[in-house]
């Protein structure tokens, strides 16, 4: 069986659409690796519950996720398996999927089984759970972050591609933070929250766990969209306003470390990499973010939390986990008068906020000021837990979008992070950002030993060469592939052209020739770039037979360069193999 492993979601698509997998074999194989004594895990499903799923799979064409596996947070409901919240006795079926997981299913998407959390949501450490803790990804004896510990771990040890949790302060960044994946905290309401669990439901988002921020993209653009069944979802007033070549980004001008040297010194190493990369970094005074971050549990806000649990409390106090009784209990120490003083506080520490953020593009902090071990924190549970929100608890208060990025591995091994925080709806601006952060870092998967893909710069064009787009039988290890080396043509990078393309197998060709034509509706298909001595180039040129020629391409990155192109008419009769995003693909599926 092939090994699908810390699998981007675009390599299942390609071994799906090459016939090299079947989702019947490869998630059934997947479900009978997983370890049902895992901590990370609380409910995993059964084969005959997978193959149900399988069999209402429809096709990729249709279905953007099709055959995709995924891991979701256990305070979210999934039609017909128990939602427990880590806590045994609050447990229930659901009656109906949460609406993002109806349409993560509508998409092809199939769940594998549900994760383990900070009872109740109310943590960022994942040790809160009768499960049991959960233990970093990279060292057992430090935590994981939470509270979506097990949705976070999951993707870092490469178990699946993407999975869900939920962010109200900070548990879909931490967690990321400390396993080396991407945590995507949308704008709240662009995900619905219907059938998920309340922790504070003012302020609570769903959230993305991926590998890389292609992923969390991707799945985003499922699961997004106004929800009338959901009472805070928003339609987007309008498109981001994506950041200029050489952004500024505000930093906090003092930053606690708690003692933690590594974590620091990991934050002098990030800042100097952005600053060789162009971005531009303006200390800022924080203090008004660290005040409104202090009212999310040392004000009413924690009164919300008694709010969607209050009830269960009543009836099963010692039922619950001690620390997160403890910090719900104290919402007794609040009077509405509170609440409504505190709401006015935060609205004029937001209006600050807003005002220090429009003189940047977007604000850069440390996910997590330290990475405690688990033992640290059942030393000082609540003390240890709000250290690690120094830099998360007042996003949502404040209405801001946020992106948890890997930032490398520290001096000791464990994994670094950052996170990007924008106002509200400036999603689409920080996951571009995010990918060209990413694509400079040429990290790993997660805790597991592959390698991202990464870009390098462009390779400038030798001179007296000519740079040459190649797509089918001229490719590396085909038929043609002689016509180049021949020329002393050099190999300068594989990539993708614009998504402006398709790609058609002509018929009657020997060897066989894709035609590549440029169209409104098209894809991203993948070319290989080889630079050519001017004085070859006429007579390579010359061994091109119709209906091919050489003409302009353009690349995904806006490049031009010269390459294979085929009259339109060529096309009639010949398959479109556009979706298996490239030739070798095609013959790989012919020869399988």
Not at 29 to 54: G, H
Not at 245 to 267: H, N, T, V, Y
Request: hydrophobic letters at 40%; a negative charge; aromatic letters at 8%.
């Amino acid at each position: 069986m092939t090994q699908t492993t810390a699998w981007t979601i675009s390599e299942w698509q390609r071994a799906y659409q090459s016939g090299a997998i079947t989702p019947t074999d490869a998630l059934l194989a997947l479900r009978a690796s997983l370890n049902p004594q895992d901590p990370a895990w609380i409910y995993i499903l059964s084969e005959s519950e997978i193959a149900q799923q399988i069999d209402n799979l429809r096709s990729p064409k249709e279905q953007p996720l099709y055959g995709i596996p995924f891991a979701l947070k256990d305070n979210i409901d999934a039609a017909g398996l128990p939602t427990t919240a880590a806590c045994p006795a609050f447990a229930y079926t659901a009656g109906a999927d949460a609406t993002l997981v109806a349409r993560l299913k509508a998409a092809g998407a199939v769940l594998l089984g549900k994760t383990n959390l900070d009872q109740f949501a109310t943590g960022l450490v994942g040790t809160r759970s009768p499960y049991g803790a959960v233990p970093n990804s990279f060292n057992p004896d430090y935590v994981s972050g939470g509270s979506s510990s097990g949705s976070a771990v999951t993707v870092a040890r490469g178990l699946v591609p993407f999975s869900i949790g939920t962010d109200t302060a900070g548990s879909g960044r931490v967690p990321a933070g400390f396993n080396n994946i991407v945590g995507l905290k949308p704008t709240k309401g662009r995900f619905s929250i219907h059938g998920v669990v309340p922790a504070c439901k003012s302020l609570d988002c769903t959230s993305v766990f991926a590998l890389n921020v292609e992923d969390a993209e991707t799945v985003a653009g499922v699961i997004e969209g106004f929800d009338p069944a959901d009472g805070y979802s928003r339609k987007q007033p309008h498109p981001a306003r994506l950041l200029p070549a050489q952004p500024r980004f505000g930093i906090p001008a003092e930053l606690p470390f708690f003692g933690d040297s590594e974590q620091e010194k990991a934050w002098r190493k990030t800042l100097s990499q952005l600053e060789q990369q162009g971005v531009e970094l303006v200390p800022m005074d924080f203090s008004d973010m660290q005040t409104l971050a202090q009212l999310l549990y040392g004000g009413p806000w924690v009164a919300e939390r008694h709010a969607a649990v209050g009830e269960f409390m009543h009836d099963h106090a010692d039922k619950m986990n001690p620390v997160v009784r403890g910090i719900i209990e104290q919402a007794k120490n609040f009077s509405a008068t509170d609440a409504y003083r505190a709401e006015y506080r935060r609205a004029e520490l937001v209006r600050s906020i807003q005002q220090a953020m429009a003189s940047v593009d977007a604000l850069l902090v440390p996910t997590a000021p330290r990475l405690p071990t688990i033992a640290e924190v059942e030393a000082d549970p609540v003390a240890v837990n709000s250290q690690l929100g120094t830099w998360t608890n007042f996003v949502n208060l404040a209405d801001c979008s946020a992106l948890a990025l890997p930032a490398g591995l520290r001096d000791d091994g464990l994994p670094f992070g950052i996170t990007l925080i924008a106002p509200a709806w400036q999603d689409a601006a920080l996951a571009e950002f995010g990918k060209k952060w990413q694509s400079s870092m040429c990290g790993s998967r997660g805790s597991t030993d592959q390698p991202l893909a990464c870009d390098t710069p462009a390779a400038p064009v030798p001179e007296g060469h000519v740079r040459l787009a190649v797509v089918g039988a001229h490719l590396s290890g085909m038929p043609l592939n002689t016509q180049l080396t021949e020329r002393s043509a050099r190999l300068v990078e594989a990539t993708h052209t614009s998504r402006d393309y398709r790609l058609f197998a002509l018929p009657n060709t020997t060897p066989p020739k894709p035609g590549l034509v440029r169209t409104d509706k098209g894809g991203e298909v993948i070319v290989e770039l080889w630079d050519m001595p001017v004085d070859q180039f006429g007579s390579f040129v010359a061994l091109i037979p119709a209906p091919l020629g050489i003409g302009t391409l353009t690349l995904k990155d806006g490049r031009e360069v010269k390459g294979f192109i085929c009259e339109g008419n060529a096309t009639d009769g010949a398959k479109d193999i556009t979706e298996l995003g490239g030739w070798r693909a095609y013959i790989e599926s012919l020869n399988a």
